[in-house]
């Protein structure tokens, strides 16, 4: 089993800046990706920005240039620098991690982003 801990969500002002971590613990399993995921109000929970275990990184349109997701292999931590941010970027964040020889998906709790003037 993995478990997930966020941290790091907050109320910021536009064009501002988060960083979020999310820490990985459990036994010995290999963790193939790491990411992050939001829900905002109303909509469906979306990819924002995936890691792979080989360094690849991928994000969705509307972060590219202002979001950068940086992985630590050994603390099996991932993190999300945010910046730039805009009202839109405003949601519930979610850590995910795909671990195991089935590829099974681990979720954290979450923690809220708040972009408000």
């Known amino acids: 089993q993995v478990q997930l801990v966020e941290s790091g969500g907050g109320l910021v002002q536009p064009g501002g800046s988060l960083r979020l971590s999310c820490a990985a613990s459990g036994s010995a399993v290999s963790i193939h990706a790491m990411g992050w995921y939001r829900q905002a109000p109303g909509k469906k929970r979306e990819l924002v920005a995936v890691?792979?275990?080989?360094?690849?990184?991928n994000y969705v349109d509307s972060v590219k240039g202002r979001f950068t997701i940086s992985r630590d292999s050994a603390k099996n931590t991932v993190y999300l620098q945010m910046n730039s941010l805009r009202p839109e970027d405003t949601a519930v964040y979610y850590c995910?991690?795909?671990?195991?020889?089935?590829?099974?998906?681990?979720w954290g709790q979450g923690t809220q982003v708040t972009v408000s003037s």
């Open positions: 890691v792979t275990s080989g360094g690849s990184a």
């Open positions: 995910n991690a795909v671990w195991g020889s089935t590829y099974t998906n681990a």
